[in-house]
């Protein structure tokens, strides 16, 4: 489930053009021929679109490509959809869209940006049904298109993708049973079996077993075969066809295929990463990919006698360097959580498949025999830290934050109503990056945690505060607590005063001002902020006070109140939704205590829509919370 997010591909990039995927289309060969030939050709274009995007998944697009580029050339009639239950094979599922005229080709060079293709399927991008990237949903999306169609008197097959660490997710399961009870022969899974999920192999993880014979048993009708051999593919839909079972076929692919160094069976050993579930390869390596693809396809094409293809190419120019002073959240958590287990030697860390995501590496390389990785599974995840808590291990829980407040939510408030103390630890937090697209950005965790009873709910602003308030989570918190960390490096522009500790409910100012008051908490808003009050200060503008408050679900108000001495105007800001973020809880707080200065005015700046899928900058902007607007909202006064 990783989505790593880096620099595009700098220098020479190459891609077809769609009328050389209209000649492809219509050549005198057969079907299955024409198919391969297509889906090296969408190959290419997804390569592409990842090295322009800096992010994407490579691997488990290549591995599906054979089978989505089959279905829609040669299998799906009018009235059948596809989709894509896993969403991580976004791009080679767009290159095939377009290779197919069902999407504008100038979407091509728009992979996770504003107005273009989001980084995750959405239902606002043509020929895309449902919203996926979550996983574990699409049966159950499927079951219900198929009885909509039904009771609407409508034909047509249900086709989905799923891959095969995402069979790890209970609710795959759990959709299996009905589709028996309820006949729905329209219903064709394709498993990606590809053997692995994220960044290592799924029997390392969660081994799936016999898993034909555990299909069979739910009752569906199964077949299995070579993926990556369309004409095999082509004799196992044919051989269901008739069959008045839900189906599922299990198809045996190669992550990364069709790229010799990027297919996961090039891996010296079954415990190395794989490189390529998500991000843009290095320029070496695009090149190299690029070429090998380029190779294949002009000896196919020569092979049915058909001229050669041309190709286009982008020139792109080296990304402006990193900054070296970009603060690293997740690394200076993996340095804490590592101070922290060195004291305790009852903590215990646990992973949902994301242990390069969320800086578990050098914790299993320190502690191997503490970290218990849980695969794609946070409910069971979860309640395996209520029965280590209960018998008096210190357990620490780890997901993207988008997962990990939602999906085991009602497991987190089980293990609260027992009183025990878990930290649980949400990376990808907040609305950046915002290429991944809204399945996996976190801006509703704070919302849906505040409320869980003796939970404490921290984000730190900087690489300072992470370790203090892992410190205080782990030695000083009276219940549970959740540490929401922002995984992308980032420009921090102030430093915490050297005497500062963390108090609960309390913060401190990190830009002094006198006339209005900025309130907002994690490196991403306080720096925006920042760099906003020192704009407004070099312009003459309104004098303004940056605070830094890590404690989201909790104040101490008559701290608050003096801080804010003398300002005229407080303007909260969220990396959340505006409703339930941590200016309803300030606003809140204060209300019910001696009531909010009749004399100040509160605003509330946070995320009031579904957040878009683009570059940080066209996030930021478009939810109003960069530099510039917070410049043009102080100078408003709203």
């Known amino acids: 489930m990783g989505d790593l997010v880096g620099q595009a591909v700098e220098g020479t990039l190459y891609y077809l053009p769609y009328p050389e995927f209209e000649r492809a289309r219509g050549l005198d060969v057969e079907p299955e021929q024409r198919a391969g030939i297509f889906a090296d050709m969408c190959r290419l274009n997804a390569l592409y679109m990842i090295a322009c995007a800096g992010s994407g998944h490579i691997g488990s697009s290549f591995s599906s490509l054979d089978i989505v580029s089959w279905l829609l050339l040669e299998e799906m009639n009018d009235d059948d959809v596809y989709f894509s239950s896993k969403g991580h094979d976004a791009p080679g599922f767009y290159a095939a869209l377009i290779g197919t005229g069902r999407l504008d080709f100038a979407l091509t060079h728009r992979l996770r940006r504003i107005d273009g293709l989001p980084g995750h399927p959405d239902v606002g991008t043509p020929g895309i049904v449902t919203n996926t990237g979550s996983l574990g949903m699409g049966v159950s999306k499927a079951k219900g298109m198929i009885l909509a169609n039904r009771l609407l008197g409508r034909s047509g097959r249900v ?159 080296a990304p402006l360097p990193v900054a070296a002073e970009q603060q690293r959240l997740v690394a200076a958590y993996s340095r804490a959580l590592i101070e922290q287990a060195d004291r305790h030697p009852n903590l215990v860390a646990l992973d949902a498949d994301l242990i390069l995501d969320t800086g578990l590496i050098p914790f299993r390389e320190k502690h191997p025999g503490r970290l218990v990785e849980c695969g794609i599974a946070e409910q069971d995840m979860v309640s395996m830290a209520g029965g280590m808590a209960l018998n008096g291990l210190m357990p620490i829980v780890h997901s993207f934050a988008c997962f990990l407040s939602a999906r085991p939510n009602e497991q987190i408030y089980n293990n609260a109503t027992e009183e025990t103390r878990i930290l649980y630890v949400g990376s990808l937090a907040g609305v950046v990056p915002g290429g991944p697209g809204h399945s996996h950005q976190a801006v509703r965790d704070i919302s849906t945690l505040a409320a869980v009873p003796g939970m404490t709910l921290v984000e730190p602003s900087c690489e300072a505060e992470v370790g203090m308030l892992v410190d205080w989570c782990v030695n000083e918190a009276p219940g549970s607590s959740y540490l929401r960390l922002v995984s992308l490096p980032w420009n921090v522009p102030f430093n915490l005063p050297e005497d500062y500790r963390p108090v609960p409910g309390r913060g401190v100012c990190v830009h002094p001002g006198r006339d209005v008051a900025i309130i907002a908490y994690g490196p991403v808003l306080l720096s925006e902020a920042v760099n906003a009050a020192r704009r407004l200060a070099d312009e003459k503008g309104p004098s303004v006070r940056v605070i830094n408050l890590p404690w989201l679900n909790q104040v101490d108000t008559e701290w608050l109140r003096g801080e804010l001495a003398g300002c005229q105007k407080v303007f909260c800001l969220d990396n959340h939704y505006a409703d339930g973020g941590q200016a309803d809880m300030i606003l809140s707080a204060l209300a019910v205590g001696k009531g909010i200065p009749p004399d100040m005015q509160f605003v509330r700046v946070g995320i009031e829509s579904i957040p878009p899928s683009g570059s940080v900058a066209e996030v930021l902007r478009a939810c109003g919370l960069d530099a510039d607007s917070l410049v043009s909202r102080v100078r408003q006064g709203t």
């Open 159 to 317: 086709f989905v993708m799923t891959g095969d660490g995402e069979l790890q997710e209970g609710q795959f399961w759990e959709s299996l049973v009905s589709a028996v009870n309820f006949d729905l022969h329209e219903l064709v899974v394709v498993i990606d079996h590809n053997k692995l999920q994220s960044d290592t192999f799924v029997k390392n993880v969660s081994d799936l077993g016999d898993l034909l014979a555990k299909l069979e048993a739910f009752g569906w009708c199964v077949a299995r075969c070579d993926g990556h051999d369309i004409p095999a593919l082509a004799r196992a839909l044919s051989a269901l066809e008739t069959d008045p079972r839900p189906k599922v076929i299990i198809a045996d692919t190669v992550k990364g295929r069709g790229v010799s160094f990027m297919e996961h069976t090039a891996l010296d050993s079954d415990v190395a990463m794989y490189r390529f579930h998500s991000g843009a390869p290095d320029a070496g390596a695009y090149r190299k990919a690029a070429q090998e693809l380029i190779d294949r396809l002009e000896q196919r094409i020569a092979a049915v006698g058909a001229p050669s293809l041309e190709f286009e190419t982008v020139v792109r120019e």
